[in-house]
């Protein structure tokens, strides 16, 4: 199918791909429930995407919560730094930090994920450092540096560690995306999905470690992100 996208629409497509799978793999990666992954792209290069991730769990403790905030923060920025890898085959696969960085403050469409970042980071602080007084402005600001670059760091080495992962998963989704017909006017739409049981029988899925997110968990509903 992808022998008739255009080469700049295969291009963007193969970008957004990488996006939504370093969601996904992360994601999975940290013991999140995951679903399905969608990927449309019209002609003038216009897109969306998503990957389908359930928020749903059981937290019986406070540590436990600052796990699971810290982990969803890790799900929310992989997807701007796996959308900078390299497409094409290279010996070494590393995120380019300005680019994601770049992507995370509106570029592309991923400002939703820095929006919730950001949020998530004030309260993860909170509840990190509950003495700090409010009113002390620079070192609030030094407690949300200290946390914001463990949490990169961490996540930059799971989508290195990853990386071809992400590719195979971006490239297969790509390879299905099909023109959609129009009804009364000319087809411009190249779209995908692959359900959580499709994904759930690809060797690549399989093989993702577990690292875990280290609170019990029940999955009962999910939350798609673009």
């Known amino acids: 199918m992808t022998t008739k996208l255009p080469a700049a629409v295969r291009n963007h497509a193969l970008q957004i791909a990488h996006h939504e799978m370093g969601h996904y793999v992360v994601a999975r990666a940290l013991g999140f429930e995951t679903g399905g992954v969608h990927l449309t792209v019209t002609m003038d290069l216009r897109h969306q995407g998503g990957a389908s991730i ?15 905030l810290e982990a969803r923060m890790m799900v929310l920025l992989a997807g701007a730094m796996a959308q900078t890898l390299p ?19 509106g570029e592309q469409g991923a400002e ?40 990169w760091d961490r996540t930059q080495k799971i989508i290195e560690d990853q990386a071809e992962t992400i590719a195979e998963l971006a490239g297969a989704l790509v390879d299905g995306m099909a023109l959609v017909e129009q009804w009364g006017r000319a087809a ?9 049981q499709m994904l759930e029988r690809l060797r690549a899925v399989q093989a993702i470690p577990s690292l875990g997110v280290r609170a019990d968990s029940r999955s009962d509903a999910a939350q798609h992100w673009k």
């Open 54 to 68: 359930s928020l749903a769990r059981s937290i019986f403790s406070i540590e436990a919560m600052k796990e699971h």
């Open 87 to 105: 497409s094409k085959h290279t010996a070494v696969k590393r995120v380019d930090k300005s680019k994601a960085t770049a992507i995370l403050k």
């Open 112 to 151: 939703q994920d820095y929006a919730k970042v950001r949020e998530l980071q004030h309260l993860l602080r909170n509840l990190a450092y509950p003495d700090t007084d409010p009113a002390s402005s620079e070192r609030i600001a030094a407690e949300l540096k200290t946390m914001t670059d463990r949490v």
């Open 188 to 196: 411009d739409t190249y779209e995908v999905m692959f359900t959580g």
